[in-house]
């Protein structure tokens, strides 16, 4: 009886005990979980891991000016390859991209960046009108074209977002509905398929959790 007894008093404890973790976690405005690091590890002499980082880059954006690393510095950011004549599942990307940027307007640290895969069809002021129609206005979400082999490296090498059709060769076409989240470190930290919408849930709420990350790092330096 005294076994039983203890048993529901045990019961009654662990949720309580994790309310109460769950209560100082808020008031400390510690994230809930941390996202997990995607890519090749290595170890660096002081025995810290190093983890995979995306590759310089250079583009052109829907404005004619140039975007590279130095644009994202210190911001998380979703990235995606389209084209805009695709009929298939580039709307439903691009709408879905519309949740993104939406939810987070007031937020300065927070970009879309979306590559074209066909740059020689996709020009500057094609891009600035598909911009428009998914009512882009600012520099928060931006459509970029360039050199189409460093666009497809990009999307290989950098964002480990291949292609489902082909060998993978460095001349397939690249066409994936699939996006990447990039933290401020230039972190890969998830992957998302953005023709399903739960799985665009799922990237808001990992967007967020990211925010929080970086905003208790800064509270605890």
Known sequence: ??????????LLLIP???????????????????LPYFGEKNQVNTGETSYHTIQPFLFINQYGE?????????????????????????????????????QFKD???????????????????????????????????????????????MARKSYLLNTEEGKGDADDFIHTQNFALVDKDLHLRG???????????RLLIDIQLLLDEYAYKEKNK
């Open 1 to 10: 009886m005294k076994f039983k007894e203890g048993y529901y008093w045990l």
């Open 16 to 34: 309580l005990a994790f309310f109460g973790w769950y209560l100082i976690s808020k008031k400390e405005n510690k994230p809930l979980r941390s």
């Open 66 to 102: 140039e975007v590279s690393e130095r644009t994202v510095k210190g911001k998380i950011y979703v990235t995606d390859f389209f084209f805009t004549t695709c009929q298939s599942i580039c709307p439903i990307m691009s709408t879905a991209l519309e949740r993104v940027y939406n």
């Open 107 to 153: 937020r300065d640290d927070v970009m879309i960046l979306s590559h074209t895969v066909a740059p020689e069809e996709d020009s500057v002021q094609i891009l600035k009108a598909y911009a428009s129609l998914h009512g882009v206005n600012d520099k928060r979400w931006l459509f970029l074209t360039g050199d189409k082999k460093h666009l497809y490296q």
């Open 191 to 201: 992957f998302y398929d953005g023709t399903d919408s739960l799985e665009v849930n």
